[in-house]
RNA sequence: GCUUGAGUGGUGAAAUUGGCAAACACGCUAGACUUAGGAUCUAGUGCCGAAAGGUUUAAGGGUUCGAGUCCCUUCUCAAGCACCA
């Protein structure tokens, strides 16, 4: 207790977060005896900025939800760590040149001081750190479970690439064809990679979607992102040793092809092209090979494209079809080559208009429909299928092109596999050694060699310089490889790796394939070792935060990377709130590896996140999104130190729903600090003792409903996280406190326990003050008494043709007859019914008489 | 361009299944208490009108006894997707 008769917020606020922190209040054991309540934030980045508005937004959120649902009797686990990889941290190293481990440890002490003084109910115990080589083994430990089974590859795909930078950049740093930082221009480079096969869970990620309780546009948006489409593939015969196949969702209309078009990078060009075209195909290819990513999907443009001077055979009618190459056609979707049926494509028929090619309508048009008709109808022009229905046409004509071995069913997918290696050094690094074929091959050869415990069936592999080297995976035993020091964090013109510049003696080793032992390479390789070299990739920012919310099952468990005994009580979190805008990433990938440690049967449940809430995006003052380069961006420090961390947290729950997004405005944080100074003017007297008006033995009725009422309305607010209309109902009771001479002891603790999941500190004060010797979350959350809120008389509205005339008050046991009676008899009614002809009454049950007169 | 949301006072916003629009706050106006007020309290505050009353949820239309809420058209804004064959 402070001993102040002051809202003295920080005295008060600073002895509370003690004694939290002190009795462990948050922390969360299993307890089989009480149902348990799982709550997840999305992990930050502890960026050198600290906590921002919109973290506080969402951990406030959850706060108040694992407070209330604590009060509820629930067993409350609400954890908390840092997702402490990433690209910052790195370029705060190299400017430094100190380890970035350094500046992670710093930024993680001052979110987790920041999160202190906002008074979040967290359970510390469980606090978790991606960079932490106890949590990333077992980051190292999963990614070799998907490299055993399959799902991890290497392929060379290309990266951008910033020569005066010496260093690779992500998407999300190049802008307009320039680096972010320093504007220098960047290209496009293939380098090998890791990958991971997703797209082997592509229908399970997709049919998962529906069992999720997740906001509907995120739901739509991770469905549109995986893009399935039901089609087939339609293989058109160009020369006898040569057939070209397309991918089509529309094999109903196969006999408008007109054309058909294929990417400039497709591989059959050159085997195709005609001696004549030559010259005018390779000058468009280079074209389309000049233009940026921005130039080639801008849509606006218009189609262009060159004849290969071949054509191909259509299956049914034997027709040549000319062959085009086009850059609207994408080598990355289907099999980068489509047929072309202007007719009912829109972009097919933009082509054909260009270059003048013939449009065959094959399917009738529905009235003022014109040209290209993109919907469903009637088959013409088609053969033996004229006449069908364009759904029946798709499968008949499949089954023919089937059936004459040029056609497939097929399913196409827009997710892509997920490139995940980075040229960075702040990241996991692979456990994989890559050696020679003769020493893999002499691994194989090895019985029971440690190093087959993640080996994959089929051998990953790749070539570089003429020389093919095989990825060996390091052993659960060799976990974690930590990151090695290096002279510099900045890759060199000649690598592209930071890792690169690794001591000799953590990049070449021997392995001893029967002991397992690992050793820097000597140069000397004897009998049953071989030699290789250390994959100097790392893993990219999302690997540690695909599966982090089961490391806070047990954090500390050294066996497994969660205990099968936590899993079995927790399961899986209960609610999830985070941003939006990891929608189609942290949340695709994440389902990814659930789904996959589900189907090794490492897990009890195949979904991840069952239920998902977005917190809408809090906006500058000036409405604008908060960036330092429109200096708009709050400091919440400074409210905490001007108002307290109550009227912050109150403040930034009351500017509206959670889910809006909404723009920071100071002079409304006057408002619930007023709130707050009113709550302490009522429950605290001017010499710092409890208010005797607080300790009364009753209360009136009329306050009696207007608790209840709160009581009410406050639950069900947070059960819907709508906490604004929570806070204002909290104030129209606090209103009703103020009009009261004296409320009873029970109510003030009511009150002060719906107020305690929004304003905790004041709420302990008050609680401990009004005699109370257990801490406020101790306490069972107040029950609702419906009877409590029954009133004897109604307002009952009367209307006229719709228009409110009067109200009168009756009996709450009146029947429907005498209410209609007494309306009529209302002092504005009377007027407007002799007026008229009464001729229909509607009376809704103690709300309201409306009568119709024709006047 | 497509898809999905959303548009309510000077401001942030409330409003069960269609049933008193603007709760709760901010701001503003007047008053009280004060040496003082950026403290506190009281009253008022959508718009027009002196009042009676009329009128009001982006615009227009419709359904209904009754529409912020449902349907149609248009406009504006936001988010996502963007040649995915």
Request: charged residues 25%; aromatic residues 12%.
């Amino acid at each position: 207790m402070i001993k102040t008769a002051e809202y003295d917020f920080k005295a008060i606020e600073a002895h509370w977060q003690a004694f939290w922190a002190e009795h462990k209040t948050f922390h969360a054991e299993i307890d089989e005896s009480k149902k348990k309540y799982w709550i997840l934030d999305m992990f930050p980045y502890p960026s050198g900025a600290g906590l921002h508005v919109g973290h506080i937004e969402g951990y406030t959120a959850t706060d108040i939800l694992g407070r209330y649902k604590k009060a509820q009797g629930f067993n409350v686990l609400h954890p908390m760590g840092w997702d402490a990889f990433g690209l910052p941290a790195e370029q705060h190293a190299i400017a430094t040149g100190l380890h970035p481990s350094i500046n992670t440890k710093k930024n993680i002490d001052n979110f987790r001081q920041q999160m202190h003084r906002i008074g979040l109910g967290i359970d510390w115990e469980r606090e978790i750190n991606t960079t932490d080589p106890e949590y990333f083994r077992w980051t190292q430990w999963i990614f070799l479970q998907l490299f055993k089974h399959g799902l991890a590859y290497v392929d060379q795909k290309p990266v951008w690439w910033c020569p005066q930078l010496g260093t690779v950049l992500a998407n999300e740093e190049v802008v307009d064809g320039k680096s972010e930082r320093g504007n220098y221009p960047v290209e496009r480079k293939p380098l090998r990679q890791w990958v991971l096969k997703i797209t082997a869970y592509g229908d399970k990620l997709l049919k998962g979607i529906d069992s999720l309780d997740w906001p509907e546009a995120t739901k739509r948006q991770q469905k549109q992102w995986i893009g399935r489409s039901e089609g087939g593939l339609v293989s058109f015969e160009v020369k006898p040793d040569i057939t070209l196949e397309v991918f089509t969702t529309r094999p109903d209309t196969i006999f408008g092809v007109s054309f058909i078009a294929i990417a400039p990078e497709h591989g059959l060009i050159d085997s195709i092209v005609s001696v004549e075209q030559k010259h005018l195909v390779e000058d468009y290819r280079k074209q389309v090979a000049a233009k940026s990513d921005l130039e080639r999907t801008d849509l606006a443009k218009n189609k262009t494209g060159v004849f290969t001077g071949s054509y191909a055979v259509h299956p049914f009618t034997g027709e040549r079809i000319p062959i085009w190459i086009s850059d609207y056609v994408l080598m990355h979707h289907g099999t980068g080559a489509v047929m072309g049926v202007p007719a009912h494509d829109e972009r097919d028929f933009e082509f054909a208009q260009t270059y003048h090619l013939p449009i065959k309508q094959v399917i009738t048009l529905s009235s003022n429909e014109t040209l290209p008709a993109v919907g469903e109808g009637v088959l013409v022009n088609s053969g033996k299928f004229s006449g069908l229905a364009t759904l029946d046409a798709r499968k008949a004509i499949l089954s023919e092109l089937e059936h004459l071995k040029v056609g497939k069913t097929t399913v196409q997918y827009k997710l892509h596999d997920w490139l995940f290696s980075r040229q960075r050094y702040w990241g996991e690094p692979f456990p994989i050694v890559w050696v020679e074929e003769k020493d893999y091959q002499y691994l194989l050869a090895c019985d029971h060699s440690p190093f087959k415990e993640f080996l994959p069936k089929t051998p990953i592999a790749y070539t570089e310089n003429g020389k093919s080297l095989f990825a060996v995976p390091l052993t659960s035993k060799h976990l974690p490889l930590t990151l090695p020091e290096v002279s510099s964090y900045k890759p060199t013109m000649g690598s592209t790796t930071p890792l690169q510049n690794a001591d000799s003696s953590w990049l070449n080793v021997k392995m001893n394939c029967s002991t397992g032992e690992i050793l820097p390479a000597d140069g000397f390789v004897e009998e049953g070792w071989i030699a290789g070299v250390r994959e100097t990739n790392t893993m990219p920012q999302w690997a540690g935060s695909c599966w982090y919310y089961l490391r806070y099952l047990s954090p500390h468990f050294s066996n497994n990377f969660v205990d099968d005994k936590a899993l079995h009580y927790w399961e899986t979190p209960d609610m999830y709130i985070g941003g939006a805008e990891h929608a189609v990433l942290h949340l695709l990938y994440a389902r990814f590896w659930h789904q996959f440690l589900f189907d090794l049967g490492l897990l009890p449940t195949s979904e991840p996140f069952k239920k998902l809430f977005h917190p809408g995006i809090i906006l500058g003052p000036d409405g604008n999104k908060m960036s330092k380069s429109l200096g708009n961006v709050i400091n919440p420090n400074s409210v905490i130190d001007e108002y307290g961390a109550d009227a912050l947290r109150l403040y930034e729950m009351f500017l509206g729903p959670l889910e809006a997004s909404k723009p920071w405005s100071l002079q409304n944080v006057e408002g619930v600090y007023r709130f707050l100074k009113k709550v302490w003017r009522e429950f605290v007297d001017l010499e710092g003792e409890i208010a005797k008006k607080m300790l009364g033995s009753c209360d009136s009725a009329e306050f009696q409903r207007l608790l209840h009422e709160t009581i009410l309305k406050v639950t069900e607010a947070i059960e819907n996280l709508r906490f604004n209309t929570a806070i204002s109902q909290l104030m129209i009771c606090l209103n009703g406190i103020q009009k009261e001479p004296q409320i009873s002891k029970n109510s003030a603790k009511v009150f002060l326990q719906l107020l305690a999941p929004f304003a905790p500190h004041i709420a302990e004060e008050l609680w401990e003050r009004l005699g109370e010797k257990a801490s406020i979350t101790e306490a069972a959350w107040p029950n609702f008494d419906a009877s409590k809120c029954v009133r004897s008389q109604l307002k009952v509205v009367v209307q006229v043709n719709g228009k409110v005339r009067d109200e009168i008050y009756v009996s709450a046991n009146a029947e429907p007859s005498e209410i209609i009676a007494a309306a009529k008899k209302a002092s504005k009614v009377v007027a407007y019914l002799s007026k008229g002809t009464l001729v229909k009454e509607i009376y809704v049950p103690k709300k309201l008489v409306n009568f119709v007169v024709i006047l």
